[in-house]
């Protein structure tokens, strides 16, 4: 079975332009999370999509954007980019149980984002 | 979520035992330890979870202190595919609950032939 899968998986942007990264989850899964990884630091929790609806936002500007489709894969649309929005973009995706909690994400190998 | 402190590095030989420590000294009745890795140049990796029992699977051992302050995550018998940053993350497990993760430094650790 495939695992969760990014594209494109390196992308070099210029201060001021738009990016869109993609993201699709493993069958069956119904809910995908974005994380942004600095150099250096551990992962930080940007977005997370269940069922197409947002269930949750971090510390992110409103540059940064997200939708659900109803496949289940998602897009993570980041507007007038900055130096500092250099990371290695993760997207993750989980299986909510019968009891309705998350135990586990599965992550794929992210999007490394340039802004020069 | 609770805060986590591991140790920014560790060493280990290869075949011996990894021991990774982990102080969540403010962690709360509802809320499970878990651990994930990330080899270099990879998305982060599922380890194991636990609330307040000792937990093995395939991959590794968690063992939990009684108080619940910290936790150590085993791996019997280190390889070089073993080497890479162990995050030890505290969060609530309840129906509905979100994904968000709070990942701190983590512990990189070193397997060495």
């Known amino acids: 079975d495939a695992g969760v899968t990014q594209s494109p998986t390196h992308l070099i942007k210029t201060r001021g332009q738009h990016v869109t990264l993609r993201c699709s989850p493993i069958?069956?899964?119904?809910?995908v999370s974005w994380y942004q990884q600095v150099l250096g630091q551990g992962p930080q929790f940007i977005f997370q999509?269940?069922?197409?609806?947002?269930?949750g936002r971090g510390n992110f500007p409103d540059r940064f954007s997200a939708r659900q489709f109803p496949n289940y894969s998602s897009e993570l649309n980041v507007n007038a980019l900055l130096l500092g929005d250099s990371a290695l973009y993760l997207c993750?995706?989980?299986?909510?149980?019968?009891?309705?909690?998350?135990?586990?994400?599965?992550f794929g190998s992210g999007t490394q984002l340039s802004v020069l | 979520d609770a805060k986590t402190t591991q140790p920014p590095s560790m060493d280990c030989a290869e075949g011996r035992a990894a021991n990774l420590p982990c102080n969540h000294s403010?962690?709360?009745?509802?809320?499970?330890v878990y651990w994930y890795r990330q080899i270099h140049s990879q998305g982060p990796q599922y380890i194991i979870h636990?609330?307040?029992n000792n937990e093995t699977n395939e991959m590794a051992s968690l063992i939990i202190t009684e108080d619940r302050k910290s936790s150590t995550l085993i791996l019997p018998h280190a390889t070089l595919r073993d080497t890479a940053v162990y995050y030890c993350?505290?969060?609530?497990?309840?129906?509905?609950?979100?994904?968000?993760?709070?990942f701190g430094g983590g512990t990189r650790l070193m397997v060495k032939p």
């Open positions: 993750a995706s989980s299986y909510r149980g019968q009891q309705g909690m998350t135990e586990k994400l599965f």
């Open positions: 069958s069956g899964h119904k809910s």
């Open positions: 999509y269940y069922e197409k609806e947002e269930r």
């Open positions: 403010t962690i709360s009745g509802n809320e499970y």
């Open positions: 636990g609330l307040k």
């Open positions: 993350i505290v969060r609530v497990a309840r129906r509905n609950a979100g994904n968000m993760l709070t």
